[in-house]
């Protein structure tokens, strides 16, 4: 089962920020956070992770809180192709059974016009 | 180029059946997945292969038998389908040192009449 805990739903504005939250309280030294996607009728797609630093990429920002107990994904300005399942996962990356995402059950993030 | 990509894309058969679906990526990597998600939008691992030897097998049945030729490839075979082997199968693959960063197919959608 999934470890961390994100809000069922969330609605965004075109063009704003989208900041979705997660909560990742028994993750452990070792384990990143990883955030994918899944647009509707599509396979997940890998969006970004982080350990401990925050992390950019052309795609959205990651804040990981100094605790590394929760973690935000933010979209800076949301387009109402970014309406998705929005899965937050807690894993390590070394070998063996750390080779498997274990999705929860996301955060439907509906933008809206 | 498609990075990941399966065949067929939809897959309709009566119970009892044998069939296959295949996966390619030509992204050169050494690891690839079967992920099975339900009607529940559940998304699950199934196996996993890194340099063609299986290094998961998630409680599923003896059923599907994996098969992978080669790195760039692995398909699954269901044998004896069942109705609740109705779901949407994603093929993914990613390279080491990052196996937490997955590149998903767009799925092969499987109903069991």
């Known amino acids: 089962d999934a470890k961390t805990t994100q809000p069922p739903s969330m609605d965004c504005a075109e063009g704003r920020a989208a900041n979705l939250p997660c909560n990742h309280s028994?993750?452990?030294?070792?384990?990143?956070v990883y955030w994918y996607r899944q647009i509707h009728s599509q396979g997940p797609q890998y969006i970004i992770h982080?350990?401990?630093n925050n992390e950019t990429n052309e795609m959205a920002s990651l804040i990981i809180t100094e605790d590394r107990k929760s973690s935000t994904l933010i979209l800076p300005h949301a387009t109402l192709r970014d309406t998705a399942v929005y899965y937050c996962?807690?894993?390590?990356?070394?070998?063996?059974?750390?080779?498997?995402?274990?999705f929860g059950k996301g955060t439907l993030l509906t933008v809206n016009p | 180029d498609t990075a990941v990509s399966q065949t067929p894309k939809y897959l309709v058969t009566q119970m009892g059946n044998d069939k296959s679906i295949k996966c390619e990526q030509n992204l050169g990597h050494d690891t690839m997945y079967w992920y099975k998600q339900d009607s529940k939008k559940f998304l699950k691992i199934m196996f996993s292969?890194?340099?063609?030897?299986?290094?998961i097998n998630e409680t599923v049945p003896n059923r599907f038998s994996p098969k992978s030729p080669d790195k760039a490839h692995l398909n699954l075979h269901i044998n004896s389908l069942e109705l609740g082997d109705s779901a949407v199968y994603f093929c993914?693959?990613?390279?080491?040192?990052?196996?937490?960063?997955?590149?998903f197919g767009p799925g092969t959608r499987l109903l069991v009449l």
């Open positions: 028994t993750i452990s030294g070792n384990e990143y």
């Open positions: 993914a693959s990613s390279q080491y040192p990052a196996p937490g960063t997955q590149y």
């Open positions: 996962i807690d894993k390590g990356d070394s070998g063996g059974s750390n080779y498997k995402l274990t």
């Open positions: 292969y890194n340099n063609k030897e299986l290094i």
């Open positions: 982080g350990l401990k």
